[in-house]
């Protein structure tokens, strides 16, 4: 079965700061890896995906994340956070490309402090 | 182009009573999903449509949801004799066809009283 775990229900960070959001997942098949963002009273919106390739991953509004298979992980990273970036962020698997059903941990909130 | 939209927006009734949530998806999107986002939690799978048929309803929480899509169009999530416990998020999707991103709605807040 698939599984995410996101640690840390809440990050904060100062403006100008590193942002670091956390995933780990299980899967028993080569997994295909997401990251959404939702703002207060707005639906998801995808910040980026792995699928397959390179396991280095750029997305919207700077934001990029790293597969390593060995970690079983696909960390969230932004070099510098912006009073806009706070939201709460979402990981999510599914099982490729033909896969209907995605797998989401359980959301980290990003604080961003001026 | 308009995205997914749902409706209502939030939704306050009483126990007991039965409730229809409804999803516009992206026109042309042949598959369609709903999620539950309980507070503090991630989103849980509840259905899935392709075209108007839905081949795995096994994330439906008990018999007391249902949901029907007519042709590649609009669909219903009806929750009958509401219990406090369905009170969530219930967030809708759409994609291309199966596999392909998912564009989610904004949501219809529910509160069972």
């Known amino acids: 079965a698939q599984s995410v775990t996101q640690l840390g229900s809440h990050v904060s960070v100062s403006e100008g700061a590193l942002v670091l959001l956390r995933c780990n997942y299980s899967s028993s098949v080569p997994p295909y890896l997401f990251w959404y963002v939702q703002y207060p009273n707005q639906g998801l919106q995808l910040l980026l995906k792995?699928?397959?390739?390179?396991?280095l991953v750029k997305g919207i509004n700077g934001f990029e994340a790293e597969f390593k298979k060995s970690e079983t992980s696909f960390h969230l990273t932004k070099p510098s956070a912006h009073m806009s970036d706070a939201a709460e962020y979402f990981c999510a698997v599914s099982l490729g490309d033909s896969s209907y059903k995605l797998i989401f941990g359980s959301g980290t909130r990003l604080l961003v402090r001026p | 182009g308009a995205g997914v939209s749902q409706s209502p927006s939030n939704k306050v009734t009483e126990k007991g009573k039965d409730v229809e949530l409804r999803c516009d998806p992206i026109s042309g999107h042949t598959a369609l999903y709903w999620y539950r986002q309980r507070l503090g939690q991630g989103l849980e799978f509840l259905i899935y449509f392709q075209g108007n048929s839905a081949p795995d309803k096994s994330g439906l929480p008990s018999d007391r949801f249902s949901a029907e899509r007519t042709g590649e169009s609009v669909s219903t999530l009806t929750i009958q004799r509401t219990q406090q416990e369905d009170s969530a998020v219930y967030l809708c999707?759409?994609?291309?066809?199966?596999?392909?991103?998912?564009?989610f709605g904004p949501g219809t807040r529910l509160t069972v009283l």
């Open positions: 792995y699928t397959t390739g390179a396991t």
């Open positions: 999707a759409s994609s291309a066809r199966t596999g392909k991103e998912q564009f």
